[in-house]
């Protein structure tokens, strides 16, 4: 019934946006004298037309789906009324028992809300905190322990407190969904439907969204009874007020083109958005040495990290902000004059997102898109929802090729290390190539036909191969002892070759590289008492000299 009405309300335009004729002031929204002595302290006169219509809606106690994006100033929309109605309805708080439940997706925005809390109930009697993950648990849980009136929390972090008996939330009189679109989008819908189920079946229900998605009207289906229904805007819109213009330029260049405009401009403060963590640690590193002061916040980060960057970039001593399409969620910056796209979103919702950062409350701004070749596609789908071609410019020296060259092809991989023994046989069991690349066949080891020892010799009598270590005890003694001639001084000892062919001769000779040297005696003429598996000898059989 209510994804009907929705679709009543979009087709029919029944919004409520800037094209009222009048404007009310918070005077005459019916709050109370110390918020609106808050409101004043904050330097505003005049409410936002989102603030002008959900206020009242908000005071009369209903449920409320409101449309309405980033930068149009919902989160006092929703604040100022649930402050005005906690503070008439005085009831002793209890500990970790809040009156008032705020769920958003981000850190960032979870902290931006709080921080709207303070700001408008500094002169009212009532507690809050903001919990998420990122930091350690345990702070909250103590403070968990005190008086609460307002809760604003992450889902996750929520659902823990809640397992740890650390919280309760039976006592929730009111619900705010801050920014369900993107709950949803992030994979929160098990975690919401969780909570609603720890929640007391009475309660005040405040959805806001950006989109109206299919997921949307389902959830608003289940949680809102008969709603009020706001909007300040036509869904998927850009700002007027904001000039959007798209550099065409390759992939490689991107980072280049963005170190040049930043300073070309002498851009004082810019968000950039990038579409992976990685991506955006790439960008910041290559920015810092270009000279540029940039940080980086995304999902990755601690949660210290992302505070301090995002601290310093708005009091501006930090030039480059640069961010993910989550993590920016919430980010409320004044005067933002520059948004820069340095990768197209592929969901053509969030690009109206991030340029929304830029041009608020009246004030102008950019919103610049480096686009290559492989992401002309998003650049359409984006076209086709705002319904209008953004500007396409260019700079000298960064201009995309209207052909581009394709890639060489990489030449194949070639394998590493030994193959496998038998990658290379044949049918017949043979290997096609031996060392010298003839066609080994199949032989005896100690056939006489054996190429090695062409003369059928014993084995004693070859040469050791390369790689093969000699006989040990013939490379310790040359005197012949494996013939007979143990006793026989080295001057007297018989030719063993000279039955030997000259091939033969040659083959036999004692090659110098793989000549061993004899082995010191490291027992110093002690007797060793180690067992040894070498035969015994007569020391005075040694000869006195070597042959060289």
């Keep these: 019934m209510l994804s009907r009405f929705v679709e009543f309300a979009y087709s029919w335009s029944i919004t409520l946006s800037t094209e009222q004729t009048t404007t009310p002031n918070f005077n005459e929204l019916g709050l109370s004298e110390p918020i609106l002595r808050a409101i004043s302290d904050a330097g505003y006169t005049t409410p936002t037309p989102i603030q002008a219509k959900a206020i009242p809606q908000v005071l009369s106690g209903g449920d409320l789906l409101a449309g309405a994006q980033t930068g149009t100033g919902k989160t006092a929309g929703f604040t100022l009324p649930i402050l005005q109605l906690l503070s008439t309805k ?5 500990k970790g028992r809040p009156r008032c439940l705020m769920l958003t997706p981000t850190r960032e925005l979870a902290a931006q809300i709080e921080e709207s809390v303070k700001t408008y109930g500094k002169h009212l009697p009532l507690k809050s905190m903001v919990v998420f993950g990122g930091v350690s648990i345990n702070p909250q849980i103590n403070r968990l322990s005190r008086h609460l009136d307002i809760l604003v929390a992450t ?24 920014e369900a679109d993107r709950m949803l989008d992030m994979g929160f819908i098990r975690d919401i439907k969780k909570i609603l189920a720890m929640l007391p079946k009475q309660r005040q229900n405040l959805l806001f969204s950006a989109t109206f998605s299919d997921e949307i009207k389902t959830l608003a289906d289940g949680l809102l009874h008969n709603p009020g229904f706001v909007e300040v805007a036509r869904r998927n819109t850009a ?4 000039e959007q213009t798209v550099h065409m330029v390759n992939q490689s260049h991107k980072r280049e083109l963005m170190s040049y405009l930043i300073k070309h401009h002498d851009w004082k403060q ?25 940080a980086a916040i995304h999902g990755n980060k601690s949660q210290g990290a992302r505070t301090k960057a995002l601290a310093q970039f708005k009091d501006g001593s930090m030039r480059v902000l640069v961010a993910t399409d989550i993590a920016a969620r919430g980010l409320d910056i ?64 960064f201009v995309m090729p209207t052909t581009i060259e394709p890639e060489a092809p990489r030449p194949p991989r070639q394998p590493h290390g030994r193959p496998p023994r038998n990658s290379q046989r044949t049918n017949n069991g043979q290997q096609p190539n031996g060392r010298d690349g003839q066609q080994r066949q199949g032989q005896p080891r100690n056939s006489q036909s054996n190429p090695r020892n062409p003369q059928g010799q014993a084995a004693q009598g070859r040469a050791p191969t390369q790689g ?18 143990r006793g026989q001084a080295n001057g007297n000892k018989p030719d063993q070759n000279q039955h030997l062919s000259e091939a033969a001769r040659h083959q036999s000779m004692p090659q110098t590289g793989l000549f061993t040297p004899p082995q010191p ?19 005075s059989s040694r000869p006195n000299n070597r042959t060289r």
């Excluded at 972090?157 to 919280?167: N, T």
């Excluded at 960008?283 to 002061?293: A, P, R």
């Excluded at 490291?522 to 020391?539: C, I, K, Y």
């Design 239 to 242: 700002s007027e007020m904001v």
């Design 468 to 485: 093969q270590r000699a006989p040990a005890q013939a490379n310790r003694d040359n005197s012949g002892r494996e013939h007979g001639n």
């Design 334 to 397: 004044d005067q933002l004059p520059q948004v820069v796209n340095f990768e197209l979103p592929n969901i053509p919702e969030d690009y109206v997102h991030r340029i929304g950062r830029t041009g608020r409350a009246g004030a102008s701004g950019a919103a610049i898109s480096l686009v290559d070749n492989e992401e002309a596609k998003y650049l359409k789908d984006i076209e086709k929802l705002i319904k209008r071609e953004i500007p396409r410019v260019s700079v000298e020296g």
């Design 270 to 294: 810019v968000l950039i958005f990038t579409r992976t963590k990685h991506g955006a640690n790439r960008l910041t590193e290559k920015l810092v040495k270009d000279g540029i002061e940039a």
């Design 90 to 94: 005085p009831i002793a708080p209890s």
């Design 155 to 178: 889902p996750g972090r929520l659902l823990d407190l809640a397992e740890q008996k650390s919280v309760d939330l039976s006592g929730v009189e009111i619900l705010v969904l801050d």
């Design 521 to 539: 005696n490291r027992n110093n003429g002690r007797p060793s008492n180690r067992p040894s598996n070498r035969p015994a000898s007569n020391p």
